[in-house]
C-alpha cells in the first residue's frame, strides 16, 4: 500500500505540473505578443512648453513699449515712401522733429518737391537709428535689472536674458521603448532617441517592448541623459552627453539587469545645456522627464526551464497515469508489484 500511495502522489505531482506549464502558457501569451512586435507604438504623450508665464512675469516697461511703437511707425513711413505708395507723412511726439501733417501747421504732402522728399527719407532714417538705440539701452536696463534681482551683477558689460533663450529654445520628439515585463538576472536595452528634425530616421530595431513618443520639447546643441531605476544594474551609469544636428537624430542606449523582483521604477531625464556669457558658464534646463514602471518576475524564467523540458515532462505522465491506473483497479498486478518489490528489500538487505 505504501508504494501504492507513493505512485499516486508521483502521479498527482507531475499532472500538477503540466497543468502548471498550460496555465504560463495562457497567462503569458499576452507578453509574447508585446515581445514579438517591438516597434508598436504605445502611446503619444507630451505637449509644447508653455513658456507664456516668462512674458507676463516680467513688468512693463512704458517707456520701451513707447519707443517700440514709434519705431513701427517709423519703419511703416519708410517702407512707403521709398515704394510711393502712401503720402509722406511722419511720426510725431515727444523727442521727434520733422514736418507735420496737414491740419497740425504742416505742408500737405502734394507740395514736397524731391529735394523736400529727399530731406523728409534722411530725417525718417536718423530718427529710426535713434530709436534703435534707445531702445536698445532700455532692454540693456531691463535685462541687469532682471539679473540683479535674481542675485548677478553684470556691471557695464553685455547682458543675456537667459528667459528669451529658454523662449526660443528649437523643439524636437524623444521616443523610447517601454519592455513592461521583463526577467531577473536577464539583461535588457533601453533606448531614447531625440528627432531634432521630423524627417529623421528612428530605428527601434533589436530592443523590446512598445515605443513611446514625446513630441514637441526644447533641446540645445549639448543634451545630457541620465537613466536610473531602483534595484537595477545600469550601464553606462551618470550622465551621457550628446550633441545634437539637423543632419541626424541623437540616440543613447543603456543596458538593465533587474536585481530584484516586483514593480520597478525608472527614470529617463535629459537636460540642454546652455553656454552664457564669454566665459561659457553652463546653464541646464529639462529637456525631458519621464517615470516608467516595469514588471520583474521569475515566473517567465520558471516556464523556460520547463518548455525545454516538456518531453520528458509529458512522456512522464504519460507513463505514470496509466500504470498507476493498473495497480488500482488489478489486485493481481498490484499484489504481484508489492511482493517484487519486498523481496528486493530483503535480499538487499541481507547483503554484507
Known amino acids: 500500500m505504501l508504494v501504492l500511495r507513493r505512485m499516486w502522489l508521483a502521479c498527482l505531482l507531475v499532472a500538477a505540473i503540466v497543468a ?86 504742416g505742408p500737405s504732402a502734394s507740395t514736397f518737391d524731391p529735394a523736400t522728399l529727399n530731406a523728409r527719407l534722411q530725417q525718417l532714417e536718423a530718427e529710426g537709428k535713434k530709436l534703435r538705440e534707445e531702445i536698445s539701452a532700455e532692454l540693456l536696463a531691463d535685462c541687469r535689472q532682471r539679473l540683479m534681482r535674481r542675485g548677478v551683477v553684470v556691471g557695464n558689460g553685455p547682458c543675456t536674458d537667459l528667459d528669451e533663450i529658454v523662449r526660443n529654445l528649437a523643439t524636437g520628439t524623444y521616443s523610447f521603448n517601454w519592455p513592461k515585463i521583463v526577467n531577473l538576472g536577464d539583461e535588457f536595452t533601453l533606448r531614447l532617441i531625440l528627432q531634432t528634425d521630423e524627417r529623421q530616421a528612428a530605428s527601434f530595431a533589436g530592443v523590446s517592448g512598445a515605443i513611446t513618443r514625446v513630441e514637441e520639447r526644447p533641446f540645445a546643441q549639448s543634451v545630457e541623459a541620465t537613466l536610473s531605476g531602483e534595484d537595477l544594474g545600469i550601464y553606462p551609469n551618470g550622465p551621457q552627453a550628446r550633441t545634437a544636428t539637423a543632419a541626424h537624430a541623437v540616440e543613447w542606449n543603456w543596458k538593465l539587469t533587474p536585481t530584484a523582483t516586483g514593480t520597478k521604477t525608472i527614470t529617463i531625464e535629459v537636460a540642454a545645456n546652455i553656454y552664457m556669457g564669454a566665459d561659457k558658464q553652463r546653464v541646464q534646463i529639462d529637456s525631458l522627464r519621464e517615470t516608467i514602471e516595469i514588471q520583474v518576475t521569475i515566473i517567465q524564467r520558471i516556464k523556460a526551464y520547463l518548455a525545454d523540458a516538456s518531453g520528458v515532462v509529458v512522456a512522464v505522465a504519460a507513463l505514470v497515469t496509466p500504470l498507476a491506473a493498473i495497480f488500482g483497479f488489478f489486485p493481481t498486478a498490484r499484489k504481484f508489484v508489492v511482493t517484487e518489490f519486498s523481496r528486493f528489500r530483503r535480499r538487499r538487505s541481507k547483503r554484507p
Do not use: H
Open 20 to 105: 502548471c506549464v498550460r496555465l504560463l502558457d495562457d497567462a503569458w501569451r499576452s507578453a509574447e505578443v508585446e515581445r514579438q512586435n517591438p516597434n508598436v507604438e504605445r502611446k503619444i504623450i507630451g505637449s509644447p512648453p508653455d513658456y507664456a508665464f516668462l512674458n507676463s512675469a516680467q513688468p512693463i516697461n512704458p517707456r520701451l513699449g513707447y519707443l517700440k511703437s514709434r519705431q513701427s511707425l517709423v519703419e511703416s513711413q519708410l517702407e512707403s515712401l521709398k515704394s510711393g505708395r502712401a503720402p509722406p507723412t511722419s511720426p510725431t511726439g515727444p523727442g521727434f522733429m520733422g514736418f507735420g501733417s496737414e491740419g497740425r501747421g
